[in-house]
């Protein structure tokens, strides 16, 4: 079976800090990793996957196997990153899983 | 493009009654799923579908839920009857076909709520 954990419901922090959002998967073979985030009043959209290495709004995310861990990361937060943000897995059998979802306030 | 369609955005219904939300996904999309979201929680899959065909459907809880995608395009999902634990919001969402790494693009989503 499929899990993706993201151990903190809400992160606070201030404007200018550093963020780091946590997600911890459980998968036998070789997962598709995303991260997902919703804006207050809007849909829930892709912000990145792993399979990009990219960055995008300054976020990036490394696929750490060892550790079976997709971290998202921003070296410094700003107020418009304020989201839900949530981690996806997707598996083999192409059926995707999210995790439960991190809340980030970032304060002026 | 137009997004992923979803209505109604809400609906209040009493227990044991039934209702159904409809969805229709971006043009050319094969892949579309069902996910409900009870709040404080994650989405969680009931159903995905490519083109007509049910690829999992193994969270739908079947003695209540159905959901149906005909000619591969439009797609609805029934609750009948309701019990209280349905109140959630149920989203629709789709994406290509063919690649694990393909983005899932989501409807504004239905916010249920079982009295």
């Known amino acids: 079976a499929q899990r993706v954990t993201q151990p903190e419901k809400l992160l606070s922090v201030f404007k200018g800090a550093p963020v780091e959002l946590k997600c911890n998967y459980s998968?036998?073979?070789?997962?598709?990793l995303f991260w997902y985030v919703q804006y207050s009043r809007q849909r829930l959209q892709l912000l990145l996957r792993h399979i990009s290495r990219e960055s995008i709004k300054g976020f990036t995310a490394d696929l750490n196997k060892g550790e079976t861990s997709f971290h998202l990361k921003k070296p410094f937060a700003q107020e418009e990153d304020s989201a839900m943000y949530y981690c996806a897995l997707t598996g083999g059998s192409y059926i995707p899983t999210f995790g439960r979802g991190t809340s980030l306030i970032v304060h002026p | 493009e137009a997004g992923v369609a979803q209505s109604p955005r809400y609906k209040i219904i009493e227990k044991r009654q039934s209702v159904a939300f409809w969805c229709n996904p971006i043009s050319g999309h094969a892949t579309l799923y069902w996910y409900q979201q009870i709040l404080g929680q994650g989405p969680k899959l009931l159903i995905q579908f490519q083109n007509n065909g049910v690829v999992d459907d193994s969270q739908l809880p079947k003695d209540r839920f159905s959901a149906e995608r005909l000619k591969g395009v439009d797609s609805t999902l029934k609750i009948q009857p309701a019990k209280l634990e349905d109140s959630a919001v149920y989203l629709c969402a789709s994406s290509f076909a063919g690649s694990r790494s393909y983005e899932q693009y989501f409807g504004p989503g239905t916010r249920l709520t079982v009295t």
């Open positions: 998968y036998s073979g070789s997962p598709e």
